[in-house]
């Protein structure tokens, strides 16, 4: 279904853009209007790359001026800017184009150009090219290299410069500021005359759009090269040889940024060969490039075929040497601990290196996530990396913050990403892969940037306004029902969609290497192929079971990660589903928390099955003539929602005939269930802040009483005259804040009732999760007891789960500090059961018989003072008769009360 619906919305954006070829990226040039740009009087290319960009595609006030201008300013870090209406302000001159770009960003997505402050999360934002001095690019899916190719290898065209001016442009439009422009597995002549002459003439090209040239370095690069017998870190000769090389390439290219290294892994040279480490061979290139401010970025993706988890050998490795490293240097960590997965755990090298600078490296390729043939935004898994808490300096630590300097000093931050780019005449195979490229330039400027963002910027600087201008085309209200809101959807959910069918519940590494990591392939074990090569190492699948032990009973890799999270990702009841069998070797009968088995969950299941068949029994008896809705899951793990409506006819042989229409409506559902969503959370935090506002002005008012008292025999009446002032200010305020939550809840009985059929156990499992997170400041223990399956009920999910939170809300205010809360719901024949229990101080007999009744006299102060209107037990009452419910309780004082709520099933 989103296939089709892909199909036709890019069918129809392809009609409107006028056969557009995706050349022109997200930088698609619309009508410019005049502007008059100042800025210093130099002759800096950066500076004149900047106010070019401002003339051609300025998009505000005809005839507007703005002034772009350095100034020292402490507040803005690396390459940052100032930006305002009136121009851009920065310390450097990349700040002062990247902050142009982001000023007509803002105009042609619709945005004010609010003034601000914008820094980089990191330093150094780089691409890392897979390309070969053949013109091949490893891993890549859009063509041949944009930098390298076979033959005329060292001739540079016309079209070459045009090519590398358009990309180093679409690099700096998001801030991307470095790129290495060949493969990891280096080859020895990438550094030989020929090819650093080419080198330069790329470096000369991409230098007005400030962005640095990096080379990707062979570790055994003296001996394949220089002709020495040795290429051992510590050997005079060798160090003598990097020196003199790293000043050859400075002589031709003074910005050169310095080097990419990929050694001791994967059969690639190394110190180890040598038996010197990591930190030897990184040391010895820092010293060779640090007099011309040179970069060395060494990759920890290490592993060799004797260690039992390929997982753990590089922090085993790195970790060690933490503090030994030079200050140039810089470990590049991929995300995950294994390779660029669908899904991984972050990489326990993060937060655990303290003593030494560290960048995240992300894959933008898809390698794992289908090549250029699949959709998946790649953001999503980027922004869940960053966000991943490691908890190595406390709470609050996460990858973001123990990779930008926030958490440790670092010398230097940056981020790498391995680029997708080609010949293909829309760079990257197909158009959503370069969102990818995008995506990855604006989490690098800001690692706190939420994808949903990403996506909707660059949805509408690309497919907005084929004609005219782009900001007013973004507002149009057909073109975001009709694209924009679905494809920013679709873009949201495409990754989990390929880790759903290619990676459920961490189970990692089962594509096919016969088809170069693309498809299913968990069988392919080719004899005398490398074990951690082939799928079977990681799935360990057998006939007990699937998954691999990494627990304290396997590899132990868990214990690499600080606590909690050692302890969580342990034991398979608290390891998060999603990364269940990447820790665990369960049995196929494993029982999950959704009540099935662990082979249930991984195959295809239609979780609304009874419901299916009860409606066709009904259509059958001509029970049936309303519309009805039902649910379905699909492989991936994605619901689809329809909406039925039914038409039975008897035919001239009396056979029975069901036709009907079939209605699309997941969409809506989503967009209700958020509205659930965000209600409920509303209730609970309505209900919260009632209890912590008014808890402490009750305080207040009892300690005003003694003050009162106190202060009675000085007789002096204008201290007495101020603390009963006190008195009543704390006696309205708590008396407006339960008006407040009375006056909402009685808004919300007086509206006709929607019924739909919904799931109870999950709609209370989200209302106590609220509540559980609040433990702390309510002083109160929330525990949920649940169904162990699904209880579907037809009900007005706004005001039963307004009942629900009545019910909370009044177990608080008569439940003391250190007291339990309950819910439970359960099925008792055809009905559901929902209790609310408290071991709080119960209802006293005599008040129990009017508790339901209107204005009850029943009604009585919290335990912190809070008022009571009589009407909150009567409205409950009606919500729940309103849904053919019945509600009783049962109390004693001194030992709490439970509320029970019945509502029939399949009502």
């Not at 945005?111 to 090219?129: F, I, V």
């Not at 962005?211 to 510590?234: C, E, N």
């Not at 990779?403 to 680029?419: F, L, N, R």
């Amino acid at each position: 279904m989103k296939r089709i619906l892909l199909s036709i919305l890019l069918t129809g954006a392809a009609l409107g853009l006028k056969a557009e070829d995706g050349h022109q990226l997200w930088l698609r040039p619309h009508a410019a209007t005049p502007v008059t740009v100042v800025a210093p009087a130099t002759n800096s290319v950066l500076l004149a790359t900047a106010k070019r960009e401002l003339q051609q595609n300025w998009h505000g006030n005809a005839g507007a001026t703005v002034t772009l201008s350095l100034k020292k300013d402490k507040a803005i870090k690396h390459d940052g800017f100032r930006l305002s209406a009136q121009g851009v302000q920065a310390t450097t001159e990349r700040g002062i184009l990247y902050g142009v770009f982001e000023l007509l960003r803002r105009q042609q997505t619709g945005q004010a150009a609010q003034d601000g402050l914008s820094n980089p999360s990191y330093e150094y934002r780089l691409l890392n090219h897979w390309d070969n001095p053949d013109g091949s690019v490893e891993r890549g899916y859009a063509g041949k290299s944009i930098f390298w190719r076979k033959d005329s290898s060292f001739v540079t065209t016309s079209r070459d410069k045009t090519l590398w001016q358009e990309y180093a442009r679409a690099n700096a439009s998001v801030g991307i500021n470095g790129a290495v422009i060949n493969n990891v597995n280096a080859s020895p002549l990438i550094l030989s005359a020929e090819y650093l002459g080419r080198t330069k003439a790329i470096a000369d090209v991409l230098r007005p759009y400030g962005v640095k040239t990096y080379l990707a370095v062979k570790f055994s690069s003296p001996v394949l090269l220089g002709g020495l017998k040795t290429a051992d870190p510590l050997d005079p000769a060798v160090r003598k040889w990097w020196q003199a090389k790293a000043k050859e390439i400075y002589q031709q290219i003074p910005d050169f940024g310095g080097f990419l290294v990929k050694a001791s892994s994967e059969g690639q040279p190394g110190p180890q060969d040598y038996g010197r480490t990591h930190a030897d061979g990184a040391n010895m290139l820092a010293e060779a490039v640090r007099p011309y401010g040179g970069l060395v970025m060494w990759r920890a993706f290490v592993y060799s075929p004797n260690d039992k988890d390929r997982a753990k050998q590089a922090y085993n490795e790195f970790v060690p040497l933490d503090g030994k490293f030079r200050d140039n240097v810089i470990v590049q960590v991929k995300n995950g601990p294994v390779d660029f997965q669908p899904r991984e755990p972050f990489s326990p090298l993060f937060g655990a290196l303290k003593k030494t600078s560290v960048m995240p490296e992300f894959q933008i390729t898809q390698e794992y996530l289908g090549h250029s043939i699949d959709l998946a935004f790649l953001s999503t898994m980027w922004e869940e990396c960053l966000g991943s808490d490691t908890y190595q300096a406390g709470p609050g630590s996460t990858v973001a913050r123990c990779t930008d300097g926030s958490v440790y000093p670092q010398k230097h931050t940056a981020m790498a990403g391995v680029a997708n780019t080609g010949l293909d005449r829309n760079w990257t195979g197909q158009y959503f892969g370069q969102a990818n490229w995008y995506a990855f330039g604006r989490l690098a400027w800001n690692n706190q940037m939420k994808s949903a963002q990403i996506a909707d910027e660059w949805l509408k600087l690309t497919f907005a306004g084929a004609t005219g201008s782009a900001a007013s085309a973004t507002t149009a209200p057909e073109w975001i029902t009709n694209f924009l809101a679905p494809i920013t959807q679709l873009m949201l959910d495409s990754r989990e969609a390929v880790v759903n069918y290619s990676m459920p519940l961490g189970l990692h590494h089962i594509m096919s290497a016969t088809h170069d990591h693309y498809g299913p392939g968990p069988w392919w074990a080719p004899p005398k192929m490398r074990a951690d090569w082939t799928p079977p190492y990681y799935h360990q699948a057998d006939a007990k079971g699937v998954g691999f032990d990494r627990t304290t009973a396997g590899s132990n890799a868990v214990s690499q990660y600080y606590e909690p999270l050692a302890t969580q990702f342990n034991n398979p009841a608290t390891c998060p589903d999603e990364y269940l069998l990447w820790f665990h070797h369960l049995p196929w009968d494993f029982k999950m928390k959704s009540g099935r088995t662990l082979w249930d969950e991984l195959t295809l299941h239609y979780d609304d099955y009874e419901h299916v068949v009860d409606c066709w029994r009904r259509w059958g008896a001509g029970q049936l003539q309303e519309p009805f809705e039902l649910r379905l899951r699909t492989p991936a793990g994605s619901d689809q929602h329809l909406c039925v409506t039914p038409h039975r006819l008897v035919g001239a042989d009396s056979q029975t005939q069901i036709g009907g229409m079939i209605e699309d409506i997941t969409a809506t559902k989503i967009m209700l269930w958020h509205a659930d969503k965000y209600n409920s959370k509303k209730n609970t935090t309505l209900e919260i802040l009632s209890h912590d506002l008014a808890g402490p002005f009750t305080v207040l008012q009892q300690m005003s009483d003694y003050f009162h008292q106190a202060v009675a025999p000085l007789a002096n009446p204008e201290l007495t005259g101020m603390i009963e002032h006190m008195r009543v200010l704390c006696r309205d305020s708590v008396n407006l804040i339960r008006d407040f939550i009375d006056q909402e809840f009685l808004d919300s009985v007086n509206v006709e009732l929607k019924r739909e059929r919904v799931d109870l156990v999950e709609k209370l499992r989200l209302v106590l999760e609220q509540y559980q997170s609040s433990t702390q400041y309510l002083g109160k223990r929330f525990v949920f007891e649940p169904a162990e399956a699904p209880l579907y009920v037809t009900l007005d999910q706004n005001k039963f789960m307004q009942v629900v939170n009545n019910l909370l809300g009044n177990a608080l205010k008569f439940t003391p500090d250190g007291g339990t809360i309950t819910v439970r719901v359960w099925a008792s024949e055809d009905q559901a059961i929902v209790q609310v229990a408290d071991t709080g101080i119960g209802i006293p007999e005599a008040l129990q018989a009017g508790l339901f009744e209107k204005f009850t006299s029943a009604r009585r102060p919290g335990l912190r003072g809070e008022r009571s209107t009589g009407l909150g037990m009567s409205i409950i009452k009606t919500i729940v008769e309103l849904h053919q419910g019945h509600i009783h309780f049962t109390s004693a004082e001194g030992q709490g009360t439970t509320f029970t709520i019945e509502l029939p099933l399949n009502s």
